[in-house]
């Protein structure tokens, strides 16, 4: 049986180089691979909404542009079913159900929500949507029976939410058949690209943390922020030796950089290699590495940047495309929500006449 891929993103901003090394790009791999069944992608607005509820104009005016950062770095509407979780009803459903399956203390030993509460604020002011936003994203998960789902790091314990659901399920209604698939992760082999440094070399790229470069940013917007990006704080002249462990340049090179660059844009070295090695023994500025990474990341951004201006000829194509597919993801989601209510005892339909 070919699988069932279902992934997505918060539409709080554009998507950013964390977001492609992360997950974008083996989205962008299993797509042209073909091999599945249904391909979803989520502009999960209900879940942004759950620390912007007093920003709705926000969340809203977002959706188109990461549904024009999705095709414009490759992802193809064609092949994927690109929806917006609030046009789906049935998932919020499929979340009442799933919230008497899991615990208060559960949501609050979940990693990434203490990580994120933290960072919001909220230790005196939690939203409840905020913490109830794990089963949500279950329920995304769950609803259209997904097999796997290429995600960040940070999202994995997400994912083990899911998972306990299937078997809570299971375990308290018994199904004759089966009703929910246990999903699967696919997540980068590179821990470090699991979740990408930002440009302060402190936290991961983030939106919210204003240490992105986006996948929309122009050339002399990309130029500015990579000459202010953390190298290493000791390498203070050109002839001191450099650390490339917590050097977010090196990181991105790592993430981007390929053999072709050095012959375009660094013919002094042969690889990323002769240039880390350069730069550990001294005698190799950080200025020099950062005008190479600047070209290495225009040679990725270019294109993207081509196709998002014909994006921006085509809105209202986009907008009923995004329509059109909620439609259907409902329609999808509909079918395994009625599995699952037969399941619990709660088709009331067997009593009419």
């Not at 990434?112 to 995304?140: H, V």
């Given at each position: 049986m070919k699988d069932i891929i279902l992934t997505g993103d918060r539409p709080t901003g554009n998507l950013h180089l964390g977001h492609f090394i992360g997950s974008l790009k083996k989205r962008i791999e299993l797509q042209n691979e073909g091999n599945y069944e249904k391909y979803y992608i989520m502009i999960a607005d209900t879940q942004a909404l759950t620390d912007n509820a007093q920003r709705v104009d926000k969340v809203k005016n977002n959706i188109i542009q990461v549904a024009i950062d999705y095709i414009s770095a490759g992802i193809d509407p064609k092949k994927v079913n690109i929806f917006i979780q609030s046009m789906v009803s049935e998932l919020h459903e499929f979340t009442s159900y799933f919230m008497n399956l899991v615990t208060l203390s559960?949501?609050?030993?979940?990693?990434?929500?203490?990580?994120?509460?933290?960072?919001?604020?909220?230790?005196?002011?939690?939203?409840?949507?905020?913490?109830?936003?794990?089963?949500?994203?279950?329920?995304?998960?769950?609803?259209?029976?997904?097999?796997?789902?290429?995600?960040?790091?940070?999202?994995?314990p997400m994912f083990e939410q899911a998972r306990e659901i299937v078997n809570s399920f299971n375990n308290t209604y018994k199904p004759q058949e089966e009703v929910f698939v246990m999903p699967k992760a696919i997540v980068s082999e590179n821990k470090l690209f699991q979740r990408l440094p930002g440009l302060d070399g402190k936290l991961k790229m983030s939106k919210s943390a204003g240490n992105s470069i986006y996948l929309c940013d122009d050339e002399a917007t990309v130029r500015e922020k990579v000459m202010k990006a953390y190298t290493d704080a000791n390498h203070l002249k050109v002839t001191d030796p450099g650390q490339i462990e917590g050097n977010v340049v090196f990181t991105y090179l790592d993430a981007f950089c390929r053999e072709e660059h050095f012959a375009r844009f660094l013919p002094e070295y042969e690889n990323l290699d002769q240039l880390k090695e350069h730069y550990r023994r001294g005698g190799l500025g950080d200025v020099k590495v950062k005008k190479f990474l600047v070209n290495v990341l225009e040679d990725f951004l270019a294109p993207i940047r081509e196709r998002r201006k014909e994006c921006l000829n085509h809105i209202d194509e986009i907008y009923n495309m995004l329509f059109e597919n909620s439609r259907l993801a409902s329609i999808d989601a509909k079918e395994r929500l009625e599995k699952m209510k037969d399941a619990m005892g709660l088709n009331y339909k067997k009593f009419l006449k």
């Open positions: 559960r949501l609050q030993r979940n990693p990434t929500i203490k990580e994120e509460i933290k960072q919001r604020g909220f230790e005196t002011s939690l939203p409840i949507g905020f913490i109830n936003y794990p089963i949500s994203q279950a329920a995304d998960i769950l609803a259209f029976g997904t097999t796997i789902a290429p995600v960040g790091g940070d999202q994995m």
